[in-house]
């Protein structure tokens, strides 16, 4: 089946540095890769997606770009606030087992002001 | 307000007595799913559903069950529930029939089993 891996495992930035998230994934006909945000004590959240046929995508300060060659796929979020502060999971799907989706094991990013 | 319901938030229970965490969802999403996250291991799947009257194990489904009768509820059961078993629980759905949509997911349920 489906294994992803996320690196690193915790991440500490100073306010208005980027910071950067890498996930690796080991089924090549997976072609959906969503990003979700934790804050402490709620729900993950969405917060950015890609598909296969595209190989990067922004949305304001964050940025998702992926090398299907390579497997892997990564958060950028620039100028980082405090506020960015939370665990970010990554997960692939869509893959040979159509209903599964598999997760990273998620990177706890703290934002120092 | 579109969004995934899930009962109750906190359970505390005794190993070996049934439970049933239950889910709802208001957007008539196809799929649901539960997780389990517990500290370090991200959130891993238990059981998804496609549509109604059709389940499928995900990657952790021993010592538990689910059904889908109707397509907004997606209850998950712990017959027998073990200390192993203590965790947090969430139920999540999308618009598609598969995982190649974004999740919403529940508030999640705690719950300890002693």
């Known amino acids: 089946g489906e294994n992803v891996e996320q690196h690193p495992s915790t991440l500490s930035v100073q306010e208005g540095d980027s910071a950067v998230i890498k996930c690796t994934y080991s089924d090549s006909a997976s072609n959906y890769f969503p990003w979700y945000k934790q804050e402490l004590g709620k729900r993950p959240q969405l917060i950015i997606d890609?598909?296969?046929?595209?190989g990067e995508k922004k949305d304001q300060r964050i940025a998702v770009t992926l090398n299907k060659t390579a497997k892997h796929f990564s958060l950028h979020i620039t100028e980082t606030q405090p506020e960015d502060s939370a665990v970010y999971f990554c997960?692939?799907?869509?893959?040979?087992?159509?209903?599964?989706?598999?997760f990273g094991d998620g990177t706890t990013l703290t934002v120092k002001p | 307000e579109a969004q995934v319901t899930q009962n109750p938030r906190y359970l505390i229970t005794v190993t070996g007595k049934k439970l049933t965490v239950t889910c709802s969802q208001n957007?008539?999403?196809?799929?649901m799913s539960w997780y389990r996250q517990d500290p370090g291991l991200g959130l891993r799947q238990i059981y998804y559903s496609m549509n109604v009257e059709v389940t499928d194990k995900g990657d952790v489904p021993e010592g538990y069950k689910v059904s889908r009768k109707e397509k907004r509820n997606f209850p998950l059961i712990l017959e027998s529930p073990s200390p192993n078993q203590t965790s947090l629980y969430f139920c999540a759905s999308s618009s598609r029939t598969d995982s190649n949509s974004p999740l919403h997911f529940g508030n999640g349920t705690r719950l300890t089993v002693t």
């Open positions: 890609i598909r296969s046929n595209v």
């Open positions: 997960a692939a799907g869509g893959n040979t087992n159509a209903g599964k989706s598999t």
């Open positions: 957007m008539n999403h196809e799929y």
